[in-house]
Structure formats: C-alpha cells, structure tokens
C-alpha cells in the first residue's frame, strides 16, 4: 500500500521546516506520495521534488489558495501545477503581495490595541515566504506579548478579534479557471461541516474538480459523509495532514503520517490530471 498525504506546508508559507525537510521527515515515516501545498506559492517545490529523489518519494507539485466562496473564504488545493507559468507566477505573486500589505495592516490594528510589534518583527519570521498570521503569532510570541501560539490567534489574530484583517480574496472561478488552463486539479480543502451538498454542488459548478475527504479537522464520520457526497456529486476525493511541521493549538492538524489517503484516489487523480490537456509549460526541475 503506498502511502499518500496530498497537504503539507514548509517555509516557503507558513510551516516551520524548508521544504527538503519536510521530504525527509514524510520519507521517515513511510510516506511514499506527498504533495507540498504551501499557501500562494510554488516556491518550495524544486527543493522538495530534489529530496524526493534523494528519498523515492513522489512529490506533486501542489499550492494552497485562498478563495472567496458563497458564504466566506475557504481554501483550494491545486496539484500538477506546472512549472515556470507566467500566468501563475504573476498570480500567486499578486496574492502574496496582498498578504504583505495585510501584515501591514495586521501591524497597525496591534498597535491601536497597544501591541508593540514592528512589520519588521514579522517579516524576521517569514523570511521572504509568503507571509500569514503564523507569523504574525510567532513574532508576538518571540516578542513575549503573549504566551503562545494559541492565545496569539485567541487574543489578536482570530477572527473577530481586535487584528483581524481579512483577506482580498479571488473568485473561485478565477483560480479553477487558472488551474484549468494550467492542466492542474483542484479540490476544496478542509471544509468541515460547510461541505453539505449545496455547497459542494455551487464549487463543482465554479469549476472545482475535488473535495478534501480526509483532513485532521474531520472526523471520521464526517469523512464518510463527505466522501459520499464527493461521489454523489462526482467530485475526485482527497485528503492530508496539513502538516505545518508544528505543533497545532487548535488540534486540527494533524501528525505526519497521521492523515493518508487510498492509492486509488491518488490514481483518480493522476488520470484526471492526465486528461486534462495542460499549456505548453515547462515541466519541473529539482534543485
Ligand atoms: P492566513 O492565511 O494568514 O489567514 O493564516 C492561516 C493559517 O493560520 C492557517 O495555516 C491556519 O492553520 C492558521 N490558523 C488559523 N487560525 C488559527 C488558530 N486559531 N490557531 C493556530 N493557527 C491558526
Ligand atoms: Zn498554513
Ligand atoms: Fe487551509
Ligand atoms: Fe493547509
């Protein structure tokens, strides 16, 4: 049995670990297939795809978008994506240039809240990656404004809290449509209990191809009845751990390893990926 984790994140986003790492840690505990799903980049995949040989593990080259959905954000896996894709690369710079002028704003509400903490600060946690409220939290922990993690987002970040700053969120027919063209798959990640039938119906309808079945946030009920709704409604079923190579305050991520998905979704998958006529793109080199 081979084993699949289709979600996992490193530096070039918001996990702790680079992305050689995290390869080297999914090959430690027998993962064989990994796809590297960092929010709004592909930054890490060369890396990633070179450990992989180094290991025998498959790596699809996978980025995890933020999307504006009916009823708020909710967040879509791609995986194929292509390498050196103009349309993408200025894509997913924009979005990361929006997540910049967040953090600014991000700043500016801790500070109204009489939070001392610099863009600086931040940007000392993200290192040039594509910069979220972990690292906003990690900064206000190293700083010592708060305990941990957990009561940074509770406090500060979460939403509805005093420096909460949403997100300026694409369409989801915008991404499906890029992915589309891309000749990359999409899928719906960790919807929990928003995946009912309407909903999945209204995204299969905005053009994405999948649903994330198995995730840390759902339990294993909730996995069934998405995975029957996946094929009532012929969505391509998958799923991760999410794995940001940290500990999770909320318990909705889960270990390495801890999240796997049969070897036939994955074939599901490839053969969709395959039938679906990609641009003329360039295909990945490990480095
Ligand atoms: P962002 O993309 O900047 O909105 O940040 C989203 C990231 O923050 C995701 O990776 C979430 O897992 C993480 N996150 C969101 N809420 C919390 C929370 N309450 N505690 C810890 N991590 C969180
Ligand atoms: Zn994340
Ligand atoms: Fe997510
Ligand atoms: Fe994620």
């Not at 504006?68 to 909710?74: L, P, T, V």
């Not at 929006?98 to 939070?115: D, F, N, P, T």
């Not at 990640?189 to 946030?217: C, F, I, Q, S």
């Not at 500990?247 to 969709?272: C, H, K, M, N, Q």
């Amino acid at each position: 049995m081979t084993r699949v984790d289709l979600h996992l994140h490193s530096t070039a986003s918001d996990g702790v670990l680079p992305p050689e790492t995290v390869v080297r840690h999914a090959a430690r505990v027998g993962l064989r297939v990994i796809a590297l799903t960092d929010h709004d980049t592909v930054a890490g995949v060369p890396a990633a795809l070179a450990e992989g040989q180094r290991h025998g593990v498959r790596v699809i080259a996978g980025c995890e978008f933020s999307v504006a959905a009916a009823w708020g954000e909710i967040h879509l896996l791609a995986y194929f994506l292509p390498a050196a894709a103009p349309a993408l690369e200025s894509f997913l710079a924009d979005q990361r240039e929006k997540r910049l002028a967040r953090a600014h704003k991000i700043v500016e509400r801790l500070e109204q809240s009489g939070v001392a903490l610099s863009l600086d600060d931040v940007l000392a946690e993200s290192r040039g990656a594509a910069v979220g409220r972990p690292h906003v939290a990690r900064a206000l922990v190293r700083r010592g404004c708060v305990e941990d993690l957990a009561a940074a987002f509770a406090r500060y970040l979460g939403k509805g809290k005093p420096a909460f700053v949403a997100k300026q969120l694409p369409r989801v027919s915008e991404v499906t449509g890029l992915a589309r063209r891309l000749g990359a798959v999409t899928a719906a990640a960790h919807l929990k209990e928003l995946a009912t039938r309407g909903n999945l119906a209204r995204l299969r309808a905005e053009g994405v191809d999948g649903v994330e079945v198995r995730h840390p946030a759902h339990g294993d009920e909730l996995a069934r009845t998405i995975e029957a709704l996946a094929a009532e409604l012929d969505l391509l079923p998958t799923g991760g751990s999410d794995w940001h190579g940290d500990e999770d305050p909320r318990g909705e991520r889960g270990g390495l390893g801890s999240v796997t998905i049969p070897d036939a979704w994955l074939g599901r998958l490839d053969s969709f990926a395959a039938s679906r006529q990609g641009s003329a793109e360039v295909a990945w080199e490990a480095s």
